[in-house]
């Protein structure tokens, strides 16, 4: 729902449970009044505070002071407002400045797409957009500012279309999607940070004067740190206290900005990193920025993670994989590594078809004559060498066992020892004159070059049509350096960045477009390409590759915080595990990746008779309760990041007579018997079937129950809690 208040120039956006509120100050500044809990009134525009901070129609010589202290909707650079700004533009004399003022606005059901991007989506059921368009006489540059107020759920979404209406050309030297100035009320502020096989660590820090920064120069959104940050007050906790949350729609370069100032004002940026950018802007010619999405929660952290989940399954993802129970897939990666042929693959297969396993992913090595990682990426014909008769006739042998077959590419990478860089080593993302740097022994495809990028999709096209593959995993190893096309025009090298950041979502556009129902899966190096971005494209994004259930229980934790779980690449693998050596239980290593999407990683037939075994169960306990942990509510118990001894979280049906509890003991604490949890998300009055009691959901969410010690470190319990009967 949104309104416009003529009389105090307010306008004013609902969701279910929260306001935002713009005020048009001196029919010019379009300054922020409130976002938070959900409010009544438009008449609050005293909280610009315009007279305190002298408004410049008053006095114009302080126009400075006022555009500095000013909370603008979107802050601009060079005309008196020193702190961060939102965008900028060099002219053709080289000066910059901008300043954007009020000229229109219009309000309409429903939600435009962003061209070329991805982006939320939703009908003129689900929510309003408002257009608030501003413009630079100076310039002839035009912003319209983009804001939807969802209707079912606590999230608004923010982008900006810019276009020069002048005569001469500019050059946006920053474009960002969001900017909002709030008070600083003591806020501490929640970030993602990682590495690899460590992504998506939770932090919290006090936020203090100055800035915080979280930002990618990687050409994706990275393991490092994901395009999100949240701001909480001190006291927040998983069930009580205020957060926002920012979480920006895009895989490339990013900047997340917090920076509190003199007058204990905070203003959060996001949007693509404006290092290493600049964007043309001919006359005539539009930039879109990617879509920002805010979150806000009086009711703590839960609250915003569930808004998140909802808002990302129901107007984010498109696949047609969705809500549907994926096929559970053993993959090649870690059972082979580089090292397999069709009879490897096909034993693999056929142990893994009588476990009950339901499809076979042939992961890296199957191309060109690929045995390492130093080879062929680019060459996107089949080694029959490895694999006679090519992918067909492993698609066909895998099929007849009752089995799928998916796919495993890396499109965007070529390599030195490679055909087509032998053809086209100008299609290399490199400057002219620089050598380019190897990483992983790759080098990346300037995909911002047409050329090259239709060509790859065109052999990834043909590969997919040579068999039955119903699955793809996307892969994406390596960072972009040496940012420079010797086709684009030296004037656009700016650009790059994005460019190549359009031209992957081009091709992941095209790929749904020909296959429409293939089941694709993003990953990047593990996961450092987890982004919502992503998300448009794919329903799942494979998470990590540490696959220790120990280890995992952060990573997925951190995932889950704004992710919804059937969003999360999750296997069983090999003990003791590759990278740490840890012995896990094969029960628990299940019921860590019972959380995700649910897969094999291992060679089934070196298992233990007795790991082996338990793979028809663990398979029945995944289809068991796929639904539920895809669609149902997630509730955060305990986190093994904050206490190291034991991680328990819950997810509770849409109807709320089922939930389910999963509690990892990482470690048996002696002299400690058992551990209380308390529930979440159920209804009070109803009595539930839990632990072997029937209690009221009231009993269950303040009382709690007790979870007896298992025996050991690294053990793992699932509780089933339904519905006895309802008061
Ligand atoms: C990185 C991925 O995360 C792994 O799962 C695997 O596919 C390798 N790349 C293959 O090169």
């Known amino acids: 729902m949104i309104s416009f208040d003529e009389k105090n120039q307010v306008f004013k956006l609902d969701t279910p449970n929260t306001s935002y509120l713009i005020g048009i100050v001196d029919g010019k500044y379009p300054g922020h009044i409130y976002y938070g809990n959900k409010i009544d009134d438009t008449s609050v525009a005293y909280l610009l505070r315009p007279e305190e901070i002298l408004s410049p129609d008053r006095c114009a010589r302080e126009k400075v002071s006022f555009l500095d202290a000013f909370p603008m909707e979107y802050s601009c650079g060079g005309a008196g407002d020193f702190r961060e700004s939102s965008i900028n533009v060099r002219a053709a004399d080289g000066q910059d400045g901008l300043e954007l003022l009020y000229a ?338 790759q080098y990346v495809l300037d995909l911002s070059n047409p050329e090259a990028a239709d060509y790859i999709y065109e052999q990834i096209r043909s590969v997919l049509s040579s068999a039955h593959i119903e699955y793809v995993k996307w892969d994406m190893n390596r960072p972009l350096a040496d940012v420079g096309s010797l086709k684009l025009e030296p004037d656009r090298q700016g650009e790059i960045m994005h460019r190549y950041m359009l031209a992957v979502y081009r091709m992941q556009e095209r790929l749904l477009c020909d296959f429409p129902e293939l089941l694709l899966e993003n990953c990047s190096a593990g996961g450092a390409r987890f982004d919502p971005g992503m998300l448009y494209y794919s329903p799942q994004i494979w998470c990590s590759d540490m696959t220790d259930a120990v280890e995992r229980l952060a990573i997925q934790e951190g995932t889950m915080l704004i992710y919804p779980l059937s969003t999360m690449g999750a296997h069983v693998s090999d003990c003791p595990n590759h990278v740490t050596m840890r012995q896990v239980p094969f029960e628990t290593r299940g019921l860590v990746a019972l959380a995700g999407t649910f897969g094999y990683e291992l060679d089934v037939r070196k298992l233990p008779e007795e790991e082996r075994a338990q793979i028809p169960s663990q398979i029945a306990l995944y289809k068991k309760y796929h639904g539920l942990i895809a669609d149902g509510e997630y509730y955060r118990i305990a986190s093994y990041q904050e206490n190291h001894l034991y991680d328990c979280f819950e997810v509770v049906s849409q109807d709320q007579k089922t939930a389910l509890v999963c509690f990892v003991q990482v470690l048996a604490e002696p002299n400690k018997k058992s551990r209380r949890i308390r529930l979440q998300g159920l209804k009070e009055d109803w009595v539930y079937e839990a632990g072997g009691q029937r209690l009221t959901g009231r009993t269950l969410m303040n009382a709690g129950l007790l979870v007896e010690r298992m025996q050991g470190d690294f053990q793992a319990k699932l509780l089933e809690v339904r519905l006895a009967c309802r008061i």
């Open 104 to 441: 229109s606005y219009q309000i309409f059901p429903g939600k435009k797409a962003l061209e070329g991007l991805p982006a939320t989506w939703g009908s003129g059921e689900d929510c309003d957009t408002l257009e608030i368009t501003l413009q630079d006489k100076a310039t002839g540059l035009m912003a319209v500012l983009s804001y939807t107020a969802f209707r079912d759920t606590d999230a608004i979404t923010r982008s900006v279309r810019i276009v020069n209406q002048g005569q001469e050309t500019l050059y946006l030297t920053r474009a960002l999607s969001l900017c909002l100035d709030m008070d600083n009320e003591n806020f501490e502020v929640i970030s993602l940070p990682g590495a690899w096989g460590r992504e998506r660590r939770i932090q919290r820090k006090p936020l203090g004067y100055g800035s915080a920064v979280f930002e990618s120069l990687y050409g994706k959104s990275s393991h490092e740190e994901q395009p999100f940050a949240a701001v909480a007050s001190a006291n927040c906790t998983q069930t009580e206290g205020k957060v926002y949350a920012f979480h920006l729609v895009y895989s490339g370069n990013f900047m997340t900005k917090l920076s509190v100032n003199r007058f204990d004002s905070l203003r959060v940026v996001m949007g693509v990193h404006p290092e290493r950018f600049y964007w043309k802007l001919a006359s005539g010619e539009s930039f879109q920025t990617p879509e920002a999405v805010m979150v806000y929660s009086g009711q703590g952290l839960g609250a915003m993670t569930r808004t998140f989940h909802r808002l990302y399954r129901d107007h984010l993802i498109r696949s047609p994989w969705k809500k549907k129970e994926r096929p559970v897939l053993i993959n090649s990666w870690e059972a082979a590594y580089f090292d397999f042929d069709t009879e490897k693959i096909l034993g693999l297969a056929r142990e893994a078809a009588t476990a009950g396993i339901e499809m076979l992913v042939l992961d890296d090595g199957w191309f060109g004559h690929r045995s390492s990682d130093d080879s062929s990426l680019g060459d996107w014909f089949v080694n029959e060498k490895k694999l006679p008769g090519g992918l067909k006739y492993l698609a066909d042998e895998i099929n007849a066992l009752g089995m799928k077959f998916g796919l495993w590419i890396e499109p965007e990478m070529i390599s030195e020892d490679s055909e087509l860089y032998r053809a086209h080593p100008e299609w290399v993302l490199r400057t002219a004159r620089r050598e380019p740097a190897q990483s992983r022994e």
